[in-house]
């Protein structure tokens, strides 16, 4: 038994006792944690309870069909594998169960039965490649969306660096000749504070 069947738990929908035994006992063989049902009412709540990693049902059963079973399980939530094992063969009934979401449809044959745990293994692994596939896609849109961010971060940085590097070159002169007028050609009193405030707001710009 591979590690992936351990604990693994398949809920069977089957009214007919001796058919439930024999694809319990096919399960439990091959490492699978086997609960059964015999109603549509008493599947939905196992499933709500405590929801298994598969979910294999007759068609017919005492208060319902499993088709009607099987849409009431996606409505209610159940994202699960479901596969069919019943006697129904009618074209359409099969038809049906796959527009549901049927994942397999088998015949309550021998050969099948011996293949039915192969079956909802597969099933399984099926389902769990697919949630693997979902997460890893939303964990590259959520790392795409941060290195567009980031690239966006890059470009205001890139422009304000830009901006800087054009208000310094003006700065530069401004404060220059302030300097050079505050030494050269002293203002009177009066007017000295309005060049050294006009110094000072050149300096502090410098430094932004």
Known sequence: MSKSEQNRRVLVVE???AQAKLERRHLERDGFSV???ATVAAALEAVRSRPPDAVILDFR???GDGLKLLIDLRVSGYAGPVIFMTSEEGEEVVADAFRGGAK???LKTLPNLRSLAGKVRAAIEAHDAEIDKERLQAENARLKESLQHAD???TLGTMIAGLAHELNNPLTAVLGL???HL???PPEEKARPDWQTIETSVQRCRKI
Request: hydrophobic share 40%; net charge negative; aromatic share 4%.
């Open 183 to 185: 030494a050269v050609d």
């Open 15 to 17: 009214d007919d006792a």
């Open 35 to 37: 609960e059964t049902t």
């Open 104 to 106: 397999e449809y088998l």
């Open 178 to 180: 302030s300097q050079l």
């Open 152 to 154: 966006k971060l890059a």
């Open 61 to 63: 059963l005492p208060d």
